[in-house]
């Protein structure tokens, strides 16, 4: 059956640094890959999206996202987080075709300290 | 464009009670969705309409669930009886496009609460 795992259910970074929050997903063919990011209190945004061609996809707000097939990843980075970042985001996947399914991960929380 | 909009935004009602919950899609956009979001199950996909056809509704959790579509720029989706299970923030979201594999949009949520 197909799925989407975000191992890290919470994860804490400083202002400035760095980020990776991680997707995998389980699926016979190349998927449609997507990343939401939803603020407490707040529906769920778009950041980016993945269907074809350049394996490397740019998104809003600085982030963007890496298609490996290899792995069956689609990991979110960030060079440098800002406060405003504090959210859960949410890895998506759409298998397309005849019988389209979407499925959403269980999210990773990300709390970033001054 | 003024997004997806739902209301009521919070919901407070007794068991057993009907509780009907209100999407408006953006407009032009031909797919609209209903999921279903608590801290145990995460998001789950309740029902998708495309061109006011409900297509999937696999994830309707029983019969006290019901969705309708009677236009492009409006859905419905009622509990009756409502249960403390219920209890969750329901998000409408629509698309542009006819498949689950164009991205969607989200409204802010209906906060439900059954006592």
């Known amino acids: 059956a197909q799925s989407v795992t975000q191992p890290d259910i919470h994860i804490t970074v400083s202002e400035g640094a760095s980020l990776e929050l991680r997707c995998n997903y389980s699926?016979?063919?190349?998927?449609?890959l997507f990343w939401y990011v939803q603020s407490p209190g707040q529906g769920l945004q778009l950041l980016l999206k993945?269907?074809?061609?350049?394996?490397l996809v740019q998104g809003i707000k600085g982030f963007e996202a890496e298609f490996k097939r290899s792995q069956s990843s689609f990991n979110l980075r960030k060079p440098s987080v800002h406060w405003s970042d504090a959210a859960e985001y949410f890895c998506?996947?759409?298998?397309?075709?005849?019988?389209?399914?979407?499925?959403f991960g269980t999210g990773t929380s990300l709390t970033v300290i001054p | 464009d003024a997004g997806v909009i739902q209301s009521p935004r919070h919901e407070v009602t007794e068991m057993g009670q009907e509780v009907t919950l209100r999407c408006k899609p953006i407009?032009?956009?031909?797919?609209l969705f209903w999921y279903r979001q608590t801290m145990m199950r995460g998001l789950e996909l309740l029902i998708y309409?495309?061109?006011?056809?409900?297509?999937?509704d696999s994830g309707m959790p029983e019969d006290r669930f019901s969705a309708k579509m009677p236009n492009a720029s409006f859905s419905t989706l009622k509990i009756q009886p409502s249960e403390p299970r219920d209890s969750a923030v329901y998000f409408c979201?629509?698309?542009?496009?006819?498949?689950?594999?164009?991205?969607?949009?989200f409204g802010p949520g209906t906060r439900l609460t059954v006592t």
């Open positions: 699926y016979g063919a190349t998927p449609y």
């Open positions: 979201a629509s698309s542009p496009q006819g498949a689950l594999s164009a991205e969607q949009y």
């Open positions: 998506a996947v759409a298998t397309g075709g005849a019988g389209n399914q979407f499925y």
């Open positions: 309409f495309n061109n006011n056809v409900p297509i999937d």
């Open positions: 407009s032009g956009h031909n797919s």
């Open positions: 993945y269907f074809s061609g350049d394996t």
